[in-house]
């Protein structure tokens, strides 16, 4: 009987007990836990836009002085100008990006999804822009080991001409006859190719050709008469001095080269004007310039 009464006891104290916790969900009011939950995320989040807004501002003051400090640093070495802006350029998007990437960790957004996103474009990107990139490649080297600058004279890839502008995919040329051209810079930074006003001086080299039986020191005689004449051709230093020796004895001439020094800027019109003025001055001293003939003797 005891223990009947005391399993009676028991299960009525379990019951009170479920009851109490069922009492006390139903006294619970959801929707206050759901409102302090909102407003304690929003409290949070708002902690990090404050603080992705003053990363934001302090970063920008960082880039706008980093590119102003290298930039004043490329014009003190005396950098060109072209690599100057192309190293801004990369720089401030590189530093941008970062920033970029840092306010969004700040804000709770997984970053490692848009790094895997960033690589995976890259990589898409760069297999499909193979050629670009080589290209892209050639202007960095071309900017930093400065092969050619713009202004100067140069002969690439069966071209030849100014050059008027160094982009970062491409060299643009102006031919002597006012053509445009653009060559890719990939070739022009891993081909040959030739700058002909690199140097300050270039040797200007003239064939003189004399009929037979004319005297050597008389065409030696006009020729340094027009030489003496002309300011623009170099008289020193001793290895820069005029040379005039006897290169060829053909089949109906004898060929004298003039070999002369000048500065680069003054190479053509020194090359023209002293080939016309070597035509007019040969003439009036009487010697013969002959031109492509045959001798027949018949018996």
Same mark, same amino acid.
């Given at each position: 009987?005891?223990?009947?009464?005391?399993?009676?006891?028991?299960?009525?104290?379990?019951?009170?007990?479920?009851?109490?916790?069922?009492?006390?969900?139903?006294?619970?009011?959801?929707?206050?836990?759901?409102?302090?939950? *909102?407003?304690?995320? %929003?409290?949070?989040?708002?902690? +990090?836009?404050?603080?992705?807004?003053?990363?934001?501002?302090?970063?920008?003051?960082?880039?706008?002085?980093?590119?102003?400090?290298?930039?004043?640093?490329?014009?003190?070495?005396?950098?060109?100008? /072209?690599?100057? !802006?192309?190293? +801004? /350029? %990369?720089?401030?998007? !590189?530093?941008? %990006?970062?920033?970029? *990437?840092?306010?969004?960790?700040?804000?709770?957004?997984?970053?490692? /999804?848009?790094?895997?996103?960033?690589?995976?474009?890259?990589?898409?990107?760069?297999?499909?822009? !193979?050629?670009?990139?080589?290209?892209?490649?050639?202007?960095?080297?071309?900017?930093?080991?400065? #092969?050619?600058?713009?202004? $100067? =004279?140069?002969?690439?890839?069966?071209?030849?001409?100014?050059? &008027?502008?160094?982009?970062?995919?491409?060299?643009?040329? @102006?031919?002597?006859?006012?053509?445009?051209?653009?060559?890719?810079?990939?070739?022009?930074?891993?081909?040959?190719?030739?700058?002909? @006003?690199?140097?300050?001086?270039?040797?200007?080299?003239?064939?003189?050709?004399?009929?037979?039986?004319?005297?050597? $020191?008389?065409?030696?005689?006009?020729?340094?008469?027009?030489?003496?004449?002309?300011?623009?051709?170099?008289?020193?230093?001793?290895?820069?001095? #005029?040379?005039? #020796?006897?290169?060829?004895?053909?089949?109906? !001439?004898?060929?004298?080269?003039?070999?002369?020094?000048?500065?680069?800027? $003054? =190479?053509?019109?020194?090359?023209?004007?002293?080939?016309?003025?070597?035509? &007019?001055?040969?003439?009036?001293?009487?010697?013969?310039?002959?031109?492509?003939?045959?001798?027949?003797?018949?018996?």
């Amino acid at each position: 009987m005891e223990e009947a009464i005391m399993g009676t006891t028991s299960a009525d104290n379990t019951i009170g007990t479920g009851n109490d916790i069922v009492s006390e969900l139903s006294n619970l009011d959801f929707s206050k836990i759901a409102i302090s939950d *909102i407003i304690g995320y %929003l409290v949070q989040f708002g902690k +990090n836009v404050l603080l992705a807004i003053i990363v934001y501002f302090v970063g920008r003051f960082i880039i706008k002085y980093t590119i102003k400090a290298l930039r004043a640093v490329t014009q003190k070495r005396g950098v060109e100008a /072209s690599l100057t !802006s192309f190293l +801004n /350029s %990369l720089i401030s998007i !590189s530093l941008n %990006l970062l920033l970029t *990437i840092i306010i969004i960790g700040i804000l709770g957004i997984d970053t490692s /999804s848009f790094l895997a996103v960033f690589a995976s474009a890259g990589i898409a990107v760069g297999m499909a822009l !193979s050629g670009t990139l080589q290209n892209f490649a050639g202007g960095v080297l071309i900017l930093i080991l400065k #092969p050619y600058k713009v202004g $100067d =004279f140069i002969e690439a890839q069966g071209f030849a001409g100014t050059v &008027r502008e160094i982009q970062i995919f491409n060299t643009v040329l @102006t031919t002597p006859d006012n053509q445009t051209i653009i060559i890719p810079n990939g070739p022009l930074a891993t081909g040959s190719l030739k700058n002909s @006003t690199k140097a300050p001086i270039r040797r200007v080299d003239i064939d003189v050709e004399v009929a037979y039986g004319t005297d050597p $020191d008389e065409v030696r005689r006009v020729l340094n008469a027009i030489i003496d004449t002309d300011e623009r051709i170099m008289k020193t230093p001793a290895d820069k001095a #005029p040379y005039l #020796p006897m290169t060829t004895m053909g089949t109906s !001439s004898i060929t004298f080269q003039m070999r002369v020094w000048a500065k680069a800027a $003054d =190479f053509w019109p020194v090359k023209f004007e002293t080939t016309e003025k070597v035509y &007019r001055e040969l003439g009036k001293a009487g010697i013969e310039i002959p031109f492509q003939q045959i001798d027949v003797h018949m018996k």
